[in-house]
């Protein structure tokens, strides 16, 4: 069974750095897939962040991507969110999760995130 | 990027009643199609990938539908536990993906 845990600050100031660190266990990091970030601002729907490959290669979301770094410790088989400049607009609860390609009925390879973290909230508030 | 738009965004149903929700793509995705379901409180979990296969451990109720830009997920007989919010996702474009805005399904 694959876990995976959040961690990092509840609350962060405007205009401060949100730093979000997912733990990985029952599988390696190294040995394949991507990792993702989607966040979730109360009440609404999921937004996707971005995802990280255990190589480093990154995909992010255009609307974030000036603000936004990933990164992956493999000897921790640990990911990492970086947000800079954040404002009450990037409250929310973060989820990480496992991108994997499904192969659907069609033989089409379809990536889904078939495993979540718990999710941590962060609030950002003076 | 592809917009995924899900429509009731909410709906109240009965125990054992059928149950259907729909998703439309603004551009065609094939079959690059997931369903995730969320509780109050915790994470989504997947449901259905690749528009119609069930993921492991998922009951039969729930079968997903569709290609192109319009997408169904039918529950046959609604359960108490299978109320929650239902999300659609496209890994069609590949960066970025997106999701559907969600569909409520509460108990009338």
């Known amino acids: 069974q694959v876990n995976l845990q959040e961690s990092g600050p509840g609350l962060v100031r405007p205009s401060e750095t949100l730093s979000l660190t997912c733990s990985v266990s029952?599988?390696?990091?190294?040995?394949?897939?991507?990792w993702g970030w989607i966040r979730q601002p109360p009440g609404k729907g999921l937004e996707w962040i971005g995802n990280?490959?255990?190589?480093?290669?990154?995909y992010y979301s255009l609307s974030l991507k000036s603000r936004v770094t990933m990164s992956v410790d493999t000897s921790k088989n640990q990911f990492s969110l970086k947000l800079t400049s954040v404002t009450a607009a990037d409250t929310a609860e973060y989820y990480c999760?496992?991108?994997?390609?499904?192969?659907?009925?069609?033989?089409?390879?379809?990536?889904?995130?078939?495993?979540w973290g718990h999710g941590t909230k962060v609030t950002v508030s003076p | 990027d592809i917009q995924m738009t899900q429509s009731p965004s909410s709906l109240s149903a009965s125990v054992g009643d059928r149950v259907t929700i729909t998703c439309r793509a603004s551009?065609?995705?094939?079959?690059?199609l997931n369903w995730y379901q969320q509780k109050p409180g915790k994470a989504p979990q997947l449901l259905i990938y690749?528009?119609?296969s069930l993921q492991s451990g998922v009951p039969s109720r729930f079968t997903g539908s569709g290609s192109g830009t319009e997408f169904t997920l039918t529950i046959s007989s609604l359960q108490p536990e299978d109320f929650a919010t239902y999300y659609c996702?496209?890994?069609?474009?590949?960066?970025?993906?997106?999701f559907g805005g969600g569909t409520k399904v509460e108990i009338k």
């Open positions: 990280v490959y255990h190589s480093g290669k990154t």
């Open positions: 999760a496992r991108l994997v390609p499904y192969r659907g009925d069609t033989s089409v390879y379809v990536e889904a995130f078939d495993f």
């Open positions: 551009h065609s995705i094939s079959t690059y």
């Open positions: 029952g599988y390696s990091i190294s040995s394949g897939y991507y």
């Open positions: 690749a528009t119609s």
């Open positions: 996702q496209q890994s069609y474009s590949n960066p970025p993906l997106t």
